[in-house]
């Protein structure tokens, strides 16, 4: 069992930045993946990164667009995003999950493990 809690979210402009973080506890020892999803008003939830807790190598989907940053600290168990020059697109509820394997995983159905939810608002 892995349990998740997100923190960070917030209201901020366009062309702001927020730093999203997802404390573990449980099994976090051992090969696991956290991953970020976002999940527009009206839309499906979508892949935003992920990164493996035991080695670090991280995964980012088309949305990231090399504005943003998953990393980890191993010591306070727990995983950040770090999101640069937001737009109003960003708009979503932000969740963290895991998933217990080391390999990169990008679809929903494959993290069995989900935090609350964290929303952030970019206004134009």
């Known amino acids: 069992q892995v349990q998740l809690i997100e923190s960070g979210g917030g209201l901020v402009q366009a062309g702001g930045s927020l730093r999203l973080s997802c404390a573990a506890s449980g099994n976090t020892f051992g090969s696991i993946t956290v991953g970020w999803f976002r999940q527009p008003p009206g839309k499906e939830r979508e892949f935003v990164a992920a990164?493996?807790?035991?080695?670090?190598?991280?995964y980012y989907g088309d949305s990231a667009e090399g504005r943003f940053t998953v990393s980890r600290d191993n010591v306070k168990n727990t995983v950040y995003l770090q999101m640069n020059s937001l737009k109003p697109e960003d708009t979503s509820v932000y969740y963290c999950?895991?998933?217990?394997?080391?390999?990169?995983?990008?679809?929903?159905?494959?993290?069995?493990?989900w935090g609350q939810g964290t929303q952030v608002t970019v206004s134009s």
């Open positions: 999950a895991a998933r217990l394997a080391s390999n990169p995983a990008r679809r929903r159905h494959e993290y069995a493990y």
């Open positions: 990164i493996s807790w035991t080695d670090g190598l991280t």
